[in-house]
C-alpha cells in the first residue's frame, strides 16, 4: 500500500515566524493530495489540496508545493499564530482494486510559542 | 450551513458486544467515507460509500461494515467488539465518489472498549 510519512513528528515556532512541515509519499502515481489540521478533539479541518498538474498552491497563510520528482509535499504556514497549534496531517488519494482511498501520514504536531 | 454529523459523541461498550455509529453528511454531499484514528496515528481508511453503493473498503476485518441510506446519510457497524477496536471514528463526507474532491470530516465517535 501507500506510504505517507512526516518527516518530523513535533514542530515548535515563535508565534510570528514561517512554519514548514513536510511530508513524504510513495506512490509516484497518486494525483490529488490534501492537508489538514486537527485540534484536540476534533476531526480533521480541510485546509488547502493541490493537484498532481500544480507545483505549487496558495490560500489563507498557507502554501502548499508539491515535487513530483523526490514525491515531497510541504505546507508552508506564514506568520503562525497561537490557534495554529495543532497535529497536522497529510493525505494522498491512492487507488486500489477495491475503489478510492485517502492514505493519512502519522501527522505533526505544531506548538507555536507565544 | 452544518457541517458533518456524528452521534453519538462517546460511547463504552465490553468486548463481544455490537455498535452501530451513525453519520450525517453536509447537505449535498453524496459520498461517505469512514475512518477509524487510534491514539498518535493517523486516520485509517475503513469504506467509502457512494450514491448508497460501496465503492471502497480498507484492511479491516469482515466484524466492519457500513450503509448508506437514501439521504446518503450512513450506519457503521462493528460486530463482536475487541480492545483493540478502542479508537475515534470518523465520517467524512464529499461531493462525489471518483473526482478529486477534499473529504470533510466531522468530529468523531469516540469508542471505548472496556
Known amino acids: 500500500g501507500e506510504n505517507v510519512g512526516l518527516h518530523l513528528p513535533t514542530l515548535s515556532v515563535q508565534e510570528g515566524d514561517n512554519s514548514i512541515i513536510n511530508c513524504a509519499y510513495s506512490n509516484s502515481a497518486s494525483d490529488y493530495f490534501i492537508w489538514y489540521k486537527q485540534e484536540s478533539g476534533k476531526g480533521p479541518q480541510f485546509i488547502i489540496d493541490?493537484?498532481?498538474?500544480?507545483d505549487k498552491r496558495q490560500g489563507q497563510r498557507v502554501t502548499v508545493l508539491l515535487n513530483k520528482t523526490v514525491k515531497h509535499l510541504s505546507l508552508q504556514i506564514a506568520a503562525t499564530q497561537p490557534g495554529d497549534s495543532a497535529v497536522y496531517f497529510c493525505a494522498e488519494k491512492g487507488y486500489s482494486i477495491t475503489g478510492n482511498q485517502f492514505y493519512f501520514g502519522t501527522g505533526t504536531s505544531l506548538t507555536v510559542i507565544p | 450551513d452544518a457541517g458533518v454529523t456524528q452521534s453519538p459523541t462517546h460511547l463504552i461498550k465490553t468486548r463481544g458486544q455490537h455498535v452501530t455509529l451513525r453519520c450525517s453528511p453536509i447537505s449535498g454531499h453524496k459520498s461517505v467515507s469512514w475512518y477509524q484514528q487510534v491514539l498518535g496515528q493517523g486516520p485509517q481508511f475503513i469504506f467509502q460509500y457512494y450514491e448508497k453503493e460501496e465503492r471502497g473498503r480498507g484492511n479491516f476485518p469482515d466484524r466492519f461494515s457500513a450503509r448508506q441510506f437514501p439521504n446518503y446519510s450512513s450506519e457503521l457497524n462493528v460486530n463482536a467488539l475487541l480492545l483493540g477496536d478502542s479508537a475515534l471514528y470518523l465520517c467524512?463526507?464529499?461531493?462525489?465518489?471518483?473526482?478529486?474532491?477534499?473529504?470533510?470530516f466531522g468530529d468523531g465517535t469516540r469508542l471505548s472498549i472496556l
Open positions: 467524512a463526507s464529499s461531493l462525489a465518489g471518483y473526482s478529486n474532491q477534499p473529504q470533510h
Open positions: 493541490i493537484r498532481s498538474n500544480m
